[in-house]
């Protein structure tokens, strides 16, 4: 490889599990091969790893089902608190895992009540 750059990348992540939100750091070095061909490689702690849009799992619950904000949203963003922690259970029991699709269910009510009230305008009317 010719000469590379290097530089620091913060993302944030969120668990669409547990809702867990926290930060990884990246050192990304970009370069070009001898054929011209852009070199991108991602480390953490002097590891190389998968971009943080690939292969990210959850350090609270171990989960795969993991999200990226853009660089800086969160510094923009105060009312989400940087490493909340993880939703847990009472104990003896396993964790809920429809909690994060709370607001799906709120959504499909909306929709049921809006569609509710459509219908009934109409047999109202006649």
Request: hydrophobic share 40%; with cysteine; charged share 20%.
């Amino acid at each position: 490889m010719r000469e590379a750059i290097s530089t620091r990348e913060t993302w944030p992540f969120e668990c669409l599990h547990c809702l867990r939100v926290w930060e990884e750091e990246y050192v990304v070095r970009r370069a070009r091969d001898e054929q011209g061909i852009d070199v991108v490689v991602w480390t953490r702690d002097d590891v190389a790893v998968q971009p943080p849009w690939s292969g990210m799992t959850c350090p609270g619950c171990g989960c795969g089902t993991v999200t990226t904000f853009p660089t800086g949203y969160l510094a923009h963003h105060p009312e989400i608190t940087l490493g909340r922690p993880a939703l847990k259970a009472p104990a003896g029991e396993t964790p809920a895992r429809g909690a994060p699709f709370a607001s799906h269910a709120l959504l499909t009510l909306a929709l049921l009540l809006l569609t509710g009230a459509g219908l009934y305008e109409r047999l109202h009317v006649r």
